[in-house]
């Protein structure tokens, strides 16, 4: 394993754990995937930004939708354009490769400096689009049969891949990655996150707003627990409003910047109600 390649420690804006980076940076180092699980709200998403950014490298991402295919990602052939071009004479319809467009992994062999691929909630996709990629993924490389060319990684991106955990990853998908599962912020690492955005927040309303945010989290049958990007919401939200920390104790001033489904808003109210 080199030790010639610049090491992840986290950014200025996220905080990560030594668990985390060892992983990122073992991931770089073999040259693999690396597969990110963990509930909504642990900053799975946010992880690939911040290892753009930390080691000065642009940021391609691959949102995945239950309609993608893998090969939305190599290339598309444009052949609404070309049928275009060719009734109304326009264009070098001869040329099949000027109606390739690049996808997203298409893009990231491409470009002559390394980037960082994001490849975002894969588990929405059917189960045959990890398998599908496993190819192009392992060797860097994919072929184009329109043009007879095959496209080579100029430099090999460093790939980092969500998961919301919500189905299983085929197995042979899951053997060429390096894992790790973001278990959700305990208090003091979360206090710690907090700190980063808002350094001048005062300690009592801190205190108080935690002590809220992981009671909430506890309660039983909540649809969508609130994670880290609505806590951050939530205390902008009691700040601009100069909400007393005290009133914390006894109420939960604007619930739905929590919680997004009436459901869960009126289980909490019930609860506080029996309380």
């Known amino acids: ?14 905080v990560v754990s030594g668990e985390l980076s060892s992983a990122v940076n073992v991931a770089i180092a073999l040259e693999k995937p690396l597969l990110i699980k963990g509930e909504p709200g642990t900053g799975k998403t946010m992880l690939a930004q911040s290892v753009a950014r930390a080691l000065n490298m642009e940021l391609i991402v691959w949102s995945v939708k239950s309609t993608t295919k893998a090969q939305d990602g190599l290339y598309l052939y444009d052949t609404v354009q070309r049928l275009y ?15 390739i467009r690049p996808g ?13 691929l994001l490849i975002d909630e894969i588990d929405k996709a059917d189960l045959e689009f990890p398998n599908d990629l496993l190819w192009e993924l392992d060797r860097m490389e994919f072929y184009i049969p329109e043009t007879r060319q095959t496209v080579r990684a100029k430099k090999r991106p460093i790939v980092i891949i969500t998961s919301n955990a919500e189905k299983e990853l085929p197995d042979a998908f899951l053997r060429r990655c390096i894992f790790h599962y973001i278990a959700f912020p305990g208090a003091e690492k979360m206090a710690e996150i907090v700190r980063v955005h808002y350094p001048d927040l005062e300690d009592r309303l801190l205190a108080e707003a935690m002590e809220s945010f992981y009671r909430i989290r506890s309660v039983r049958d909540l649809q969508k627990k609130p994670g880290t990007s609505e806590l951050l919401d939530w205390l902008q939200a009691l700040v601009l409003a100069g909400i007393d920390p005290a009133r914390l104790e006894a109420a939960l001033p604007f619930p739905g910047v929590l919680l997004k489904k009436n459901q869960d808003i009126d289980l909490l109210n019930s609860q506080s109600h029996n309380h």
């Open 85 to 99: 071009d060719a009734q109304f004479g326009e264009g070098d319809v001869k040329n099949i490769g000027s109606y």
């Open 1 to 14: 394993m080199s030790d010639s390649f610049e090491k992840f420690t986290g950014s200025a804006d996220y």
């Open 104 to 116: 997203k992994l298409g893009q990231a062999f491409a470009s002559e400096k390394q980037v960082v």
